[in-house]
């Protein structure tokens, strides 16, 4: 399971090293955040959900953006028209 946090419509993942909420400093906080249910939930970090919809022939699928949703990070997906292509 990975896990993330939406910034500005944007998913962010935890970093290898870095700091809590409340400013102290952590040497292996994303295998914390990976490992400790607690701790992820006190940092705000969410399960990332990212299922990239089939895209029938002449389709593809484009990510649009991310939201939170019943406390998971969900990837926003659209599916069009592939542009033709100009060696056919």
């Excluded at 906080?29 to 089939?54: C, I, T």
């Amino acid at each position: 399971m990975s896990y993330g946090k939406i910034e500005g419509g944007r998913l962010v993942r935890p970093p290898r090293n870095g700091w809590t909420v409340d400013g102290r400093a952590v040497s292996g906080y994303r295998r914390r955040v990976e490992g400790d249910a607690a701790f992820r939930e006190q940092e705000g970090w969410l399960p990332v959900v990212d299922d990239r919809p089939d895209a029938g022939e002449g389709q593809r699928a484009v990510r649009t953006g991310w939201e939170q949703s019943g406390g998971q990070a969900v990837a926003q997906w659209e599916v069009v028209e592939r542009p033709p292509d100009p060696e056919a």
